[in-house]
């Protein structure tokens, strides 16, 4: 039996469990309580299915499972992808008793989430996420969705998982560069509200690139403990839930204006979370020192600090569609000092200006 740390997300009528371990892809025991009824689809995709879909079909030997495997990347994340499942499941005769599980990065975790959400105006599924990213963010709080021409994850609903079973094992074949990517949204979460895990991850970032097995589960538990308190507090992100897309703005913009695909989302959130701390720094909310510490953190998780070439204008045309413009007023997630993230309209236009001009010379 592999060992298994074990979060909670607590939900007014829904709860679900974190489970965190090794080994777990192969255990049976890890999904059959989760499991609605006799039938499974397993979305995936074309990375992933040659590496772990048939541990997790052995797994599921006493269930009927179909799998569909999507093709991998950002991309693809749309709705012509989205209409492949509704095909495979309506073809095989899936009912509402299916359980859909997604097996893969945040791509799969997103999109089969919203189709969970709407076949049959929702069935249940389970995350099980192989990329740190997935691990320690997308598969946990229940944001389904696919993306637009217009603008990233603007279609999609709220449905929560029946549970996140996070196989540390996976990430044994997980690229450099996606380990990375992943390593931002790890930083995140000391930003947003935990500097002692800040300060932990200066120490710790060598341990994590090398994927030690003990720094990887807890930086993994930490990101999850956190994300789970924030979306018990606000599911539907009505408030408070908005901190944890500090730098996706700006990281965002960054996707659309390079075509998706092009850098991987943490990259982009690294870049973004730069972004923003000049812009914190300029309105003097936070420190010289603080702003160094962010980008040498950033530096040494192998990931941009500084975004792409894109133009001022490009960022302002795409962060003006995102999701985060409530009544015309753009809101960004800024800093008031490395674990004091703070949701603010309170910012003047020309400060902005300044950061997207100094970040990016035209």
């Not at 039938?39 to 995936?44: A, D, E, L, P, S």
Request: some cysteine; aromatic content about 6%; overall charge negative.
């Amino acid at each position: 039996m592999p060992a298994i740390h074990q979060l909670r997300v607590e939900l007014p009528g829904h709860h679900y469990p974190i489970q965190i371990g090794t080994d777990l892809l192969t255990d049976s025991a890890s999904f059959a309580s989760y499991l609605s009824g006799s039938r499974v689809m397993i979305i995936t995709d074309t990375t992933i299915a040659p590496l772990y879909l048939n541990l997790l079909i052995q797994a599921l030997a006493d269930y009927q499972v179909n799998e569909l495997i999507l093709p991998d990347g950002e991309q693809y994340k749309n709705l012509t992808t989205l209409n492949q499942i509704y095909d495979a499941l309506l073809q095989q005769r899936h009912d509402r008793q299916t359980t859909l599980i997604a097996l893969g990065g945040g791509v799969v975790g997103d999109i089969t989430g919203f189709a969970a959400a709407s076949y049959q105006r929702g069935v249940h599924f389970i995350q099980v996420p192989t990329t740190l990213l997935a691990q320690v963010d997308s598969s946990v709080g229940g944001k389904t969705g696919i993306n637009h021409a217009l603008g990233k994850n603007m279609i999609g609903a709220f449905h929560q998982p029946q549970a996140v079973i996070a196989d540390i094992s996976t990430l044994d074949t997980l690229p450099d560069r996606e380990l990375s990517a992943g390593l931002a949204e790890v930083i995140k979460y000391g930003l947003i509200n935990d500097p002692d895990f800040f300060t932990w991850l200066e120490s710790n970032i060598s341990a994590l690139r090398q994927r030690d097995p003990v720094a990887l589960a807890y930086a993994i538990q930490c990101c999850c403990a956190n994300k789970a308190a924030i979306v018990a507090a606000d599911e539907k992100e009505a408030a408070t839930r908005a901190l944890l897309n500090l730098g996706h703005t700006f990281g965002h913009a960054i996707e659309i204006g390079l075509g998706y695909g092009t850098w991987l989302h943490g990259e982009a959130v690294a870049a973004g979370m730069v972004m923003a701390a000049d812009l914190s720094h300029r309105l003097g909310w936070l420190a010289d020192s603080d702003q160094v510490r962010i980008r040498a953190l950033l530096a040494a998780a192998g990931l941009p600090i500084k975004p792409p070439a894109l133009s001022p204008t490009i960022f302002r045309q795409h962060m003006a569609v995102d999701k985060k413009v409530l009544n015309g007023r753009l809101r960004l997630i800024l800093l008031r000092g490395i674990g004091q993230a703070v949701i603010s309209t309170d910012f003047p236009i020309q400060a902005l200006d300044d950061t997207l001009q100094a970040c990016c010379p035209t």
